[in-house]
């Protein structure tokens, strides 16, 4: 047999009547797939396992028999649109696929590519998108993971854009007859904040934006501030890559690694905004103005940060900013470095033995080099403090945190680089962990987490 020898086609099943012969598990997964999609279905089965009798009971599908025979199947086939051979006798489903044949009727051997004319493939399903995936029978186990990885990088609102847009068919159609002028239009909607807002059920914005596309007015811009996790690219969310792969533009900075850059979409302007050699961080009022005007220029802007864009992040400045200036704004949050870092560090945030209170405070130091953080809250029992941004007054954090009564030796780690590769994880004491840290040339991007939690870290991978 050609593996290349079968035609993915989309068979309309609504006005049909399907033939499933088999009553047992793998009877059970053909049936549920025709099911949802209006046909009506005949069984032949000596025996129902429990989902085909609860179907049957229901009425959902009918028993046309209960033995196979050549007599029987003649005087079916020729009715149906298709069948399934779906028993665990290859005989029998040899005999099926014979007869089918015989009659010009479609038929699907499972697991037997050689008697079928057809397949099923891996389906997708956002309906009324479907996406269908097949290797011709050769590798059925490849096209299931090919379907799990490429069903990750869709949102889940896809069959809402498509019903949004397969309702407006007409009303643009009205509007634009001429076939050029409607397909720019669509494409002028699908790539911009209207397919977001259909994909989100916003239908009123949606509607929106397609009549701005109808009108020729150029695409409205939009800023996405979006969460990239604490490093590693595998921690990022669905909706982030869907952005990533979406944006014209991307404002960025140290924080984050190649590895997660390279899912940005390869064409996107790339806009450094972090520190640059011989001169600080660009200004937020710049990294504001910058976003800004970019949106305003009908671009959608990617705001792409380290973490959580609303813990520690500027992203509510930044958000701000935006909205002040009218421009649309969508946030979609990351994991944050606290549960990220923690996590693969093996330190627990909270243990209900000695931790019911989890801090996030930031050691970033005023202008003038000084700490100003509520001490005696801090340097207190049964809470973890995980610092953001204290690597460079470490010695001072440790020291005020022992003046205001936590003991020396209390547990205390630095996590390097967490979630990369190259994680290095530092755990000692309040007393130690300053010395430990230049002794072993701990660099940014670093995380602090101070509390008992640290002797509860496990050996994780």
Excluded at 138 to 155: C, D, F, G, H, T
Excluded at 292 to 312: H, N, S, T, W
Excluded at 341 to 355: E, K, Q, S, V
Excluded at 407 to 422: L, S
Aim: proline share 6%.
């Amino acid at each position: 047999m050609n593996d290349d020898a079968f035609l993915p086609v989309a068979l309309r099943l609504d006005d049909a009547e399907i033939l499933i012969v088999g009553g047992g598990g793998i009877a059970a997964n053909k049936t549920r797939l025709v099911m949802s999609r209006g046909a009506t279905i005949l069984v032949i089965a000596r025996a129902l396992g429990p989902e085909m009798r609860r179907w049957h009971e229901e009425g959902r599908v009918r028993l046309a028999g209960e033995s196979v025979s050549a007599a029987l199947l003649d005087a079916l086939l020729p009715r149906m649109r298709a069948v399934f051979a779906a028993t665990d006798d290859e005989s029998v489903n040899r005999l099926v696929a014979d007869r089918a044949r015989a009659h010009n009727v479609l038929v699907c051997a499972v697991d037997d590519p050689e008697p079928s004319s057809f397949i099923t493939p891996a389906i997708i399903d956002r309906r009324p998108v479907q996406i269908a995936i097949m290797t011709g029978g050769a590798a059925p186990v490849l096209a299931r993971r090919l379907r799990l990885q490429i069903e990750s990088l869709l949102p889940e609102g896809l069959g809402r854009l498509a019903r949004f847009m397969r309702g407006r068919r007409p009303w643009i159609r009205e509007r634009l007859p001429e076939v050029t002028a409607r397909r720019r239009a669509w494409e002028m909607f699908v790539d911009g904040p209207g397919a977001e807002a259909a994909l989100a059920g916003q239908d009123d914005a949606a509607q929106a934006a397609l009549e701005r596309a109808v009108s020729g007015h150029s695409r409205a811009g939009e800023a996405w501030l979006v969460g990239a996790g604490p490093g590693d690219p595998d921690m990022l969310t669905l909706a982030a890559l869907r952005l990533m792969q979406n944006c014209d533009s991307v404002l960025y900075d140290q924080l984050i690694p190649e590895t997660i850059l390279e899912r940005v979409r390869r064409d996107a302007v790339r806009v450094f905004v972090g520190k640059q050699r011989s001169r600080h961080s660009l200004p937020q009022a710049e990294i504001n103005a910058e976003l800004i005007r970019r949106a305003q220029a009908g671009e959608r802007v990617l705001r792409l940060k380290g973490g959580d864009p609303f813990i520690f992040g500027r992203g509510g400045e930044e958000m701000e900013a935006l909205l002040a200036a009218g421009v649309r704004v969508r946030v979609i949050p990351g994991i944050t470095a606290a549960s990220g870092c923690g996590a693969l560090a093996g330190i627990p945030l909270t243990h209900r033995d000695c931790a019911q209170i989890c801090v996030f405070l930031t050691g970033h130091a005023r202008a003038d080099g000084s700490l100003v953080l509520d001490w005696p809250s801090l340097a207190r029992r049964g809470q973890t403090l995980v610092i953001y941004m204290g690597l460079t007054p470490l010695a001072e954090l440790c020291e005020r945190l022992t003046e205001h009564g936590l003991p020396p030796d209390w547990p205390a780690a630095v996590i390097e680089r967490g979630t990369r590769p190259d994680q290095r994880v530092h755990a000692g004491t309040l007393a130690t962990l300053a010395a430990l840290a230049r002794e072993r040339a701990v660099s940014s991007p670093a995380l602090i987490i101070i509390g008992e939690v640290v002797r509860h870290r496990g050996a994780v991978g």
